[in-house]
């Protein structure tokens, strides 16, 4: 450790030479709304290869020799704007760019445009536009950040309509999901058929898959950074949208002018309410809806220093009458301050808070009784960016959360057959130092190299078991409050580089490992709000993933057309499954229920993006597997992971036909995944039983699927403007395997039959949605 | 139960769902024997029965094991060979079960051998068997099927036993209606009411009880693995039927060895009566 710092340094004096040099530095802010861009650029035309882009706070810091220099701010969407400076003394300078008018006859600016895909160092990064994202057909015309995700290469959906996603082969839960710096434990609601991120809200979504900047660790697969809006700060909006089953309302404006500025966002389902006139008692008894609220301010305190406020809470409501009701739903809470220390030295400070829970509550008859479950974390995170000189970047901090896990509590209201439980409370503590370096040493090479060192440590009070490989209690001992059970550290190298090969066209590797120390048990096919998150234990090691990857990067024509090959290769040690049938809820002894293996999932993903123009759009396609070796699984041989899906192709298309209409287009298809059929069956104290030999040795059907939107855009005027969004989700009306069961045939008790159930076909929508401006 | 509820609630509500029969193509194994035995506390004979499976596409018709060579024995050294008594059944003649004692099950067919154990707990009476017609609506009970919603007159009986403690107590449950035996699985533990007063609904998903009909209750006290081979068959049957589909099945965790399916057990029994009205 001590000699990977004295590295850093060296190569950072090293690098310094003693020219006088001056900084510029900055924000780059959308003119019209003061919302800060993330990842905008800035390039000095003079030095060529010389640039730096903004980070999530819109902020940038670049050290150049005195002289005069024309900068070029720019961003994907916006107008550039260039700007001459004579640069004898450092520098603020802030840019204002305005968004591209969406003039269909306007003759594109050539020259240099975005070229992000060849010349950034980062790999195997994902970056949505929301614009883009309110164009793509959806499930109930809710637009939604997760579903397009899952559009891209290398991201899978859980099922049809769930917004669960695989990243590279890697298991729904190995995902960090972060809004505003604060974990989100369960990104869905309704059961995964919409996600927690209300897209009126959100600013910018960047998906890391696997690769990831050393900040970020905790999940072995990838990590989905979503910042929300900050709000207008020039002038009050209002804006909405009514949909068929949800409707949304977002206000947001200035709290001073320039200076600091709110927004608040809220969604409420209503499906519920049409169940009430149905006459089916069954139906008009449910309950069924979600809500959420979205918070947000910022104030600028002067000129180094901003602070900001966000909160997010959602709730999920579904329920029977008296007999049966559940709720669940996340509640996330940041407070930051961001601080200059110099104009080369960026810091943010985080107090974050996260909290998940359900509650269930059963009365049949005599029996009343009640669950509830909670993750709760308080996490201190410290961020520094040192812009040092062009050739050098340097990024160091920490983060320390603390977790606390109640795995389950049952309370009966009544003497009824169920009796109280109280699984004891889990509680850990978890850390990460990082440090890393981004090189530029010319032109056509960069490179970063960091490391973070990870460390968790679970804590007494409680009486703790060790079971033996096949499951069974061999140990206990108990241990009192703030004892430590068990501590593991692990470092997480992480490295990228680049090389440029000509102007448009770049071969970019990276290799990183990370820890995850969390784990969510769920061994039903599709997610449910109930899976259990248990931490690492003298049982659970903590998953280790190490991911190699390389890839060729080439834009075309102007960079209007950007083309990616990337393949991967991941190896992973401590992987978790199931033993059969295993009971994963309310049981004391759960890590019983576990085995232990390990996994490895490799992959080749090609992408082909239009970005500017009438037609932007995505082809993005993945060959890839995933595996795993387990031991008591298949007699301890290779396995496909349920979510090994060998084929993955998705197209999106958006088509500008004139300034009113657009229409856009998706087209999926993939392989289904691994499951377990029944390879027989046999008769048993009068039931008919299927017989099953391997796990996961045969394959849902596969999966296709069209949809198509269409948006109009109505009256638009300064103050006004309002659009219409219509689509029909699965046009093509093919049955899509969600589950297939094997009951007994109704008509024919001699047989039994394979019963596929498909959920959605030719789901249209329409959503009016409306902007006032004051 | 929770899964199949929201699961079944989200399904029937806001989503257009279709079923349809689909034919895959599934993997097939070679049949494997499948053993079907009780040893009670009660007088014999008792018989152990043995087929064998089918491939999936097959009719439920069970191929009966017919020259096989089926031993009993318990751990005080006493051994019988069973009496083949066709149609798969092979029946004991003097054995008499007793609790306390480890019997062990020995099968030779189809040139493979194949046995299991099972320790016999002692018995535990039924305090008392209720009928209760105000039941129905929703769910239709814990351990049985699911899905009814019919409004017709629907029976759920209680059974009642003092469970007698002195350690982990397992227990199933055997409805037979107008000498019909049910195939709904119903078990209990005392995991978490250790010597307390345990109650069993056995809530019929079908609606086949009416009045007049006579119901017997067998309560059989099992061990351990008996109690998770009945839990995981449970499970098994769910899986396949139901809607719910978990990424982990397989086989119920059986007692017999050489990849034999089913289960023999050794167990005491008693039962109640009652009429409906």
Redesign the interface.
């Not at chain 1, 640069?87 to 008018?101: A, G, I, W």
């Not at chain 1, 703790?464 to 409050?481: C, E, L, R, V």
């Given at each position: 450790m001590r000699n990977a710092a004295l590295f850093f340094c060296l190569v950072s004096t090293f690098l310094l030479s003693a020219q006088s040099k001056y900084t510029v530095s900055g924000y780059i802010k959308d003119s019209k709304t003061g919302e800060e861009l993330i990842g905008a650029t800035v390039r000095i035309n003079e030095l060529a290869g010389t640039g730096v882009s903004t980070n999530s706070y819109g902020f940038y810091s670049i050290t150049i020799p005195e002289g005069e220099y024309t900068l070029t701010a720019q961003f994907i969407g916006y107008d550039p704007k260039v700007t001459k400076i004579s640069l004898k003394q450092s520098t603020k300078m802030d840019f204002l760019l305005t968004e591209h008018s969406k003039d269909l006859n306007e003759v594109v600016v050539t020259g240099e445009r975005n070229d992000h895909n060849v010349s950034s160092t980062q790999m195997g990064v994902e970056k949505l536009n929301i614009e883009e994202i309110k164009a793509i057909p959806v499930l109930f015309g809710e637009q939604d950040v997760v579903k397009t995700l899952q559009l891209l290469p290398g991201v899978m959906n859980v099922g049809e309509g769930s917004t669960g996603f695989y990243v590279r082969g890697g298991g729904a839960d190995q995902n960090l999901i972060l809004l505003d710096e604060a974990t989100v434990y369960n990104a869905s609601h309704?059961?995964g058929?919409f996600s927690v991120f209300n897209s009126d809200a959100i600013k910018d979504v960047t998906l890391y898959k696997g690769n990831q900047p050393s900040e970020f660790g905790g999940r072995l697969s990838s990590v989905l950074d979503v910042k929300m809006k900050d709000g207008n700060d020039q002038n009050y909006i209002l804006s909405g949208g009514i949909g068929l089953i949800a409707s949304r309302l977002n206000f947001e404006g200035p709290i001073k002018k320039g200076k600091g500025s709110f927004l608040i966002s809220a969604r409420r389902t209503y499906?519920d309410a049409f169940?009430k006139l149905s006459r089916d008692s069954?139906?008009n008894q449910?309950k069924?809806y979600f809500y959420d609220i979205n918070v947000k301010a910022n104030y600028i305190l002067g000129d180094r220093d901003r602070v900001y406020l966000s909160g997010y809470f959602g709730k999920d409501v579904?329920g029977?009458?008296d007999?049966?009701g559940?709720n669940w739903g996340n509640a996330t809470g940041t407070v930051r301050w961001n601080h200059l220390f110099s104009d080369k030295l960026f810091s943010n400070t985080c107090l974050v808070f996260s909290n998940y829970d359900y509650d269930?509550n059963?009365s049949?008859?005599l029996d009343n009784f009640d669950i509830i479950s909670r993750i709760q974390d308080y996490s201190l995170k410290q961020d520094y960016q040192y812009y040092i000189n062009t050739k050098n970047k340097l990024k160091f901090g920490f983060i320390s959360t603390y977790h606390q896990i109640i795995p389950g509590v049952l309370t009966s209201a009544t003497d009824?057959?169920i009796?109280d439980?109280d699984l004891p409370n889990k509680y850990a503590l978890e850390n990460a130092v990082y440090i890393s370096h981004e090189v530029t040493p010319n032109e056509k090479f960069s490179f970063e190299y960091g490391l973070r060192l990870s460390s968790f440590t679970l804590f007494g009070p409680g009486e703790f078991y060790t079971y033996n490989t096949s499951g069974a209690k061999i140990d206990s001992a108990n241990y009192s409050s703030g004892q430590a059970v068990q501590t593991y550290v692990n470092p997480e190298p992480r490295v990228d580089a680049k090389y440029i090969l000509t102007p448009t066209s770049s071969i970019k590797a990276s290799y990183g490992r990370n820890a995850q120390y969390l784990h969510l048990l769920s061994?039903?096919?599709s997610g449910?709000?109930?899976d259990l998150w248990i931490p690492s234990s003298n049982n659970v090691k903590p998953g280790l993933c190490d991911q190699f990857s390389l890839g060729y990067f080439r834009n075309f024509k102007d960079n209007s057309y950007e083309f990616s090959v990337e393949t991967y290769y991941k190896d992973m040690q401590n992987m978790v499954?199931?033993?059969?049938?295993?009971q994963l809820?309310l049981n004391s002894y759960v890590e019983s229920q576990l085995e232990y293996g390990i996994g490895r999932a490799y992959g080749i993903e090609f992408t082909l993006k239009k970005k500017i123009g009438r037609f932007t759009g995505w082809i993005g396609y993945t060959l890839s597997k995933t595996e795993l070796q387990i031991n008591g699984i298949n007699n301890g041989s290779w396995y496909p992971a349920?979510q090994d899906r060998p084929n993955d192709l998705s197209v999106v298309g958006i088509y500008t036909l004139s300034k009113k209409w657009t229409v856009s287009s998706t087209f999926v298809y993939y392989t289904g995944n691994a499951?377990?059929?029944?390879?027989?069956?046999?008769?048993?104290?009068?039931?008919?039983?299927?017989?099953?030999?391997?796990?996961n040795?045969?394959r849902m059907?596969d999966y296709i699927r069209l949809d198509i939107g269409f948006t109009m855009q109505g009256k638009k005027t300064e103050k006004y403007e309002t659009s219409w969004n219509f689509s029909c989700y699965n046009v093509l009306g093919r049955?899509n395997?969600?589950?297939?069961?094997?009951?007994?045939?109704p008509n024919n008790?001699?047989?039994?039959?394979?019963?596929?159930?498909?959920?959605?076909?030719?789901?249209p929508s329409v959503t009016w949605n409306f902007k006032f401006t004051k | 139960m929770i899964k199949i509820a929201l699961i079944v609630l989200l399904s029937g509500i806001l989503i257009s769902s279709c079923q349809k029969v689909v034919t895959l193509n599934l993997a097939s194994t070679p049949p494997q024997l499948v053993v079907n035995g009780f040893v009670t506390d009660q007088p014999g004979p008792y018989t152990i029965n043995l087929t064998q499976s089918v491939a999936f596409y097959q009719d439920n018709v069970f191929p009966a094991v017919a020259n096989a060579k089926v031993v009993l024995n318990d751990n005080l050294g006493n051994s019988e060979t069973l009496i083949n008594a066709g149609n798969g059944n092979y029946n004991s003649s003097v054995l008499q079960g007793t609790p306390g004692r480890t019997y062990t099950l020995t099968i030779v067919a189809n040139g493979s051998t194949y046995s299991g154990s099972s320790t016999m707990p002692p018995g535990v009476p039924i305090q008392s068997l209720t009928i209760d017609s105000t039941g129905g609506g929703f769910g239709g009970g814990y351990g049985g099927g699911h899905g009814s919603s019919a409004p017709a007159k629907h029976y759920t009986l209680t059974v009642t036993l003092q469970d007698p403690g002195g350690g982990a107590n397992y227990y199933r449950f055997v409805e037979v209606v107008e000498g019909v035996t049910k195939n709904n699985i119903y078990i209990a533990s005392n995991a978490y009411q250790v010597g307390s007063q345990i109650s069993k609904k056995l809530s019929s998903s079908d609606t086949s009880i009416v009045a007049g009909d006579s119901v017997t209750v067998y309560l059989q006290t099992i061990d351990y693995g008996t109690y998770e081979y009945f839990n995981t068959l449970n499970q098994t049957i769910q899986n396949a039927s139901g809607f719910v589909q978990v990424s982990d099945p397989g086989n119920p965790a059986s007692n017999l060895s050489n990849n034999a399916l089913g289960y023999f057990s050794a167990c005491s029994v008693r039962k109640m009566s009652i009429l409906i009205k």
């Amino acid at each position: 450790m001590r000699n990977a710092a004295l590295f850093f340094c060296l190569v950072s004096t090293f690098l310094l030479s003693a020219q006088s040099k001056y900084t510029v530095s900055g924000y780059i802010k959308d003119s019209k709304t003061g919302e800060e861009l993330i990842g905008a650029t800035v390039r000095i035309n003079e030095l060529a290869g010389t640039g730096v882009s903004t980070n999530s706070y819109g902020f940038y810091s670049i050290t150049i020799p005195e002289g005069e220099y024309t900068l070029t701010a720019q961003f994907i969407g916006y107008d550039p704007k260039v700007t001459k400076i004579s640069l004898k003394q450092s520098t603020k300078m802030d840019f204002l760019l305005t968004e591209h008018s969406k003039d269909l006859n306007e003759v594109v600016v050539t020259g240099e445009r975005n070229d992000h895909n060849v010349s950034s160092t980062q790999m195997g990064v994902e970056k949505l536009n929301i614009e883009e994202i309110k164009a793509i057909p959806v499930l109930f015309g809710e637009q939604d950040v997760v579903k397009t995700l899952q559009l891209l290469p290398g991201v899978m959906n859980v099922g049809e309509g769930s917004t669960g996603f695989y990243v590279r082969g890697g298991g729904a839960d190995q995902n960090l999901i972060l809004l505003d710096e604060a974990t989100v434990y369960n990104a869905s609601h309704l059961l995964g058929f919409f996600s927690v991120f209300n897209s009126d809200a959100i600013k910018d979504v960047t998906l890391y898959k696997g690769n990831q900047p050393s900040e970020f660790g905790g999940r072995l697969s990838s990590v989905l950074d979503v910042k929300m809006k900050d709000g207008n700060d020039q002038n009050y909006i209002l804006s909405g949208g009514i949909g068929l089953i949800a409707s949304r309302l977002n206000f947001e404006g200035p709290i001073k002018k320039g200076k600091g500025s709110f927004l608040i966002s809220a969604r409420r389902t209503y499906a519920d309410a049409f169940l009430k006139l149905s006459r089916d008692s069954m139906l008009n008894q449910a309950k069924l809806y979600f809500y959420d609220i979205n918070v947000k301010a910022n104030y600028i305190l002067g000129d180094r220093d901003r602070v900001y406020l966000s909160g997010y809470f959602g709730k999920d409501v579904l329920g029977f009458g008296d007999t049966f009701g559940i709720n669940w739903g996340n509640a996330t809470g940041t407070v930051r301050w961001n601080h200059l220390f110099s104009d080369k030295l960026f810091s943010n400070t985080c107090l974050v808070f996260s909290n998940y829970d359900y509650d269930i509550n059963i009365s049949f008859g005599l029996d009343n009784f009640d669950i509830i479950s909670r993750i709760q974390d308080y996490s201190l995170k410290q961020d520094y960016q040192y812009y040092i000189n062009t050739k050098n970047k340097l990024k160091f901090g920490f983060i320390s959360t603390y977790h606390q896990i109640i795995p389950g509590v049952l309370t009966s209201a009544t003497d009824g057959a169920i009796s109280d439980r109280d699984l004891p409370n889990k509680y850990a503590l978890e850390n990460a130092v990082y440090i890393s370096h981004e090189v530029t040493p010319n032109e056509k090479f960069s490179f970063e190299y960091g490391l973070r060192l990870s460390s968790f440590t679970l804590f007494g009070p409680g009486e703790f078991y060790t079971y033996n490989t096949s499951g069974a209690k061999i140990d206990s001992a108990n241990y009192s409050s703030g004892q430590a059970v068990q501590t593991y550290v692990n470092p997480e190298p992480r490295v990228d580089a680049k090389y440029i090969l000509t102007p448009t066209s770049s071969i970019k590797a990276s290799y990183g490992r990370n820890a995850q120390y969390l784990h969510l048990l769920s061994n039903s096919t599709s997610g449910n709000p109930t899976d259990l998150w248990i931490p690492s234990s003298n049982n659970v090691k903590p998953g280790l993933c190490d991911q190699f990857s390389l890839g060729y990067f080439r834009n075309f024509k102007d960079n209007s057309y950007e083309f990616s090959v990337e393949t991967y290769y991941k190896d992973m040690q401590n992987m978790v499954d199931y033993r059969n049938y295993a009971q994963l809820t309310l049981n004391s002894y759960v890590e019983s229920q576990l085995e232990y293996g390990i996994g490895r999932a490799y992959g080749i993903e090609f992408t082909l993006k239009k970005k500017i123009g009438r037609f932007t759009g995505w082809i993005g396609y993945t060959l890839s597997k995933t595996e795993l070796q387990i031991n008591g699984i298949n007699n301890g041989s290779w396995y496909p992971a349920t979510q090994d899906r060998p084929n993955d192709l998705s197209v999106v298309g958006i088509y500008t036909l004139s300034k009113k209409w657009t229409v856009s287009s998706t087209f999926v298809y993939y392989t289904g995944n691994a499951v377990t059929f029944p390879t027989g069956k046999y008769e048993y104290a009068g039931n008919i039983v299927e017989v099953y030999s391997e796990r996961n040795e045969s394959r849902m059907p596969d999966y296709i699927r069209l949809d198509i939107g269409f948006t109009m855009q109505g009256k638009k005027t300064e103050k006004y403007e309002t659009s219409w969004n219509f689509s029909c989700y699965n046009v093509l009306g093919r049955e899509n395997a969600y589950t297939i069961t094997f009951p007994v045939n109704p008509n024919n008790v001699n047989e039994t039959e394979a019963l596929q159930t498909s959920l959605f076909r030719w789901v249209p929508s329409v959503t009016w949605n409306f902007k006032f401006t004051k | 139960m929770i899964k199949i509820a929201l699961i079944v609630l989200l399904s029937g509500i806001l989503i257009s769902s279709c079923q349809k029969v689909v034919t895959l193509n599934l993997a097939s194994t070679p049949p494997q024997l499948v053993v079907n035995g009780f040893v009670t506390d009660q007088p014999g004979p008792y018989t152990i029965n043995l087929t064998q499976s089918v491939a999936f596409y097959q009719d439920n018709v069970f191929p009966a094991v017919a020259n096989a060579k089926v031993v009993l024995n318990d751990n005080l050294g006493n051994s019988e060979t069973l009496i083949n008594a066709g149609n798969g059944n092979y029946n004991s003649s003097v054995l008499q079960g007793t609790p306390g004692r480890t019997y062990t099950l020995t099968i030779v067919a189809n040139g493979s051998t194949y046995s299991g154990s099972s320790t016999m707990p002692p018995g535990v009476p039924i305090q008392s068997l209720t009928i209760d017609s105000t039941g129905g609506g929703f769910g239709g009970g814990y351990g049985g099927g699911h899905g009814s919603s019919a409004p017709a007159k629907h029976y759920t009986l209680t059974v009642t036993l003092q469970d007698p403690g002195g350690g982990a107590n397992y227990y199933r449950f055997v409805e037979v209606v107008e000498g019909v035996t049910k195939n709904n699985i119903y078990i209990a533990s005392n995991a978490y009411q250790v010597g307390s007063q345990i109650s069993k609904k056995l809530s019929s998903s079908d609606t086949s009880i009416v009045a007049g009909d006579s119901v017997t209750v067998y309560l059989q006290t099992i061990d351990y693995g008996t109690y998770e081979y009945f839990n995981t068959l449970n499970q098994t049957i769910q899986n396949a039927s139901g809607f719910v589909q978990v990424s982990d099945p397989g086989n119920p965790a059986s007692n017999l060895s050489n990849n034999a399916l089913g289960y023999f057990s050794a167990c005491s029994v008693r039962k109640m009566s009652i009429l409906i009205k």
